[in-house]
């Protein structure tokens, strides 16, 4: 039983830590995409990533742990590193309070990994 709830635990620590990364990313391309220096080339790739992420074709695999979230993930951040050259520090602050409004424990060390590849 002891081993049961050990690897419940580990499995809610590694949903909080792709979930907050997620939804970093997607709000790093919200701000991405609202600014004026994206070029529409970019928006395009921020529309088409978010639109996988809430597709409803989607759905199903996302039912399985873990690994229905990582081809999510996968999306988001090709798209991401795809535009990085305009997630200027505007988009991050905006994207950071963001987060940080919404949730209220978020550990910024999974933030600045976001950030690293970047």
Do not use: N
């Not at 809610?12 to 995409?33: C, D, E, H, N, P």
């Not at 090709?78 to 949730?103: M, N, P, Q, S």
Request: with cysteine; glycine share 6%; proline share 3%.
């Amino acid at each position: 039983m002891l081993k049961i709830l050990k690897t419940v635990q580990f499995l809610q620590q590694k949903f909080k830590i792709l979930g907050t990364r997620l939804v970093y990313s997607v709000l790093l391309m919200i701000y991405a995409y609202q600014s004026e220096k994206t070029p529409s080339w970019a928006k395009k790739i921020i529309i088409g990533a978010i639109a996988y992420l809430l597709s409803p074709f989607d759905g199903m695999p996302d039912l399985t742990p873990v690994i229905g979230f990582t081809d999510d993930l996968g999306v988001i951040s090709f798209g991401l590193v795809a535009i990085a050259c305009y997630i200027d520090e505007d988009v991050r602050t905006k994207a950071r309070e963001k987060i940080h409004k919404l949730f209220k424990d978020i550990d910024d060390k999974e933030l600045e990994a976001v950030d690293a590849k970047l």
